[in-house]
């Protein structure tokens, strides 16, 4: 099993800023990772898939990079709407597997 | 617009059963793979089963096989998780989660539309 390790768990931050969140695979998932943001009480939203793609309709400040084992979404400059959790995932081998999450809150 | 229901779950208690279901809409159903992915109280996420567009396969998670069930109805647009000898551990809240299409085709592995989920609590 691919075990996803994300980086940090939390991170306080003020509107404005730029933010960088990892994701480390133990072993090599390719480009096949997913990034998700999840608000309090809603379902988790798809962001970025191919490691780089942004899915339909998410903001151009939303970009994600990596490949192998090491990857980062990067948000430019950090909205109000943005404080959340946000997930990687990898598909690339069974079983799909999640990092544990980076909480994303206001300083 | 796209929406997906579940429905099913509620309070069982340990060895009991459940069937969650999923009603689609918005999309067309019997082109995408579809998944169901858990996630337990204040935890993180974690994927269960996954089955192809025509039935063709179906995966699941290593903690849930044997006892879970995963099937579809495209006539219906429906999703369905059977859950059978349900133990503590399966208490969370499950999303039924569609895999993706584009004008290039159709992927799975990565979650595109997401139900609001339902919570099932297994609990003597």
């Known amino acids: 099993e691919r075990v996803m390790t994300q980086s940090p768990a939390t991170l306080s931050v003020s509107p404005g800023e730029r933010v960088t969140l990892s994701c480390r695979a133990s072993q090599s998932v390719s480009s096949n990772l997913a990034w998700y943001q999840q608000k309090p009480g809603q379902a988790p939203r798809l962001l970025i898939y191919g490691a780089s793609t942004r899915a339909t309709g998410i903001p151009a400040r939303f970009s994600g990079s990596g490949s192998g084992t090491e990857f980062t979404l990067t948000i430019s400059s950090l909205q109000s709407e943005d404080f959340a959790v946000y997930y990687c995932q990898q598909y690339n081998n069974w079983p799909w597997t999640f990092g544990q999450g980076t909480k994303v809150e206001i300083k | 617009e796209v929406q997906m229901v579940e429905s099913g779950g509620g309070l069982v208690k340990p060895g009991g059963s459940l069937r969650l279901s999923c009603a689609a809409s918005?999309?067309?159903?019997?082109?995408?793979?579809m998944n169901w992915v858990r996630q337990a109280p204040g935890k993180g996420l974690e994927w269960v089963s996954s089955?192809?567009?025509?039935?063709?396969?179906?995966y699941y998670t290593d903690s849930v096989k044997g006892r879970f069930t995963i099937s579809r109805d495209n006539a219906k647009n429906s999703l369905y998780l059977q859950m059978n000898s349900l133990r503590a551990e399966d208490s969370a809240v499950y999303y039924c989660?569609?895999?993706?299409?584009?004008?290039?085709?159709?992927?799975?592995?990565?979650?595109?539309?997401w139900g609001q989920g339902t919570l099932v609590t297994v609990s003597s």
């Open positions: 989660a569609s895999g993706h299409c584009s004008a290039g085709g159709c992927d799975n592995g990565f979650f595109d539309y």
């Open positions: 089955i192809s567009s025509r039935s063709s396969y179906m």
């Open positions: 918005g999309f067309t159903f019997s082109d995408y793979s």
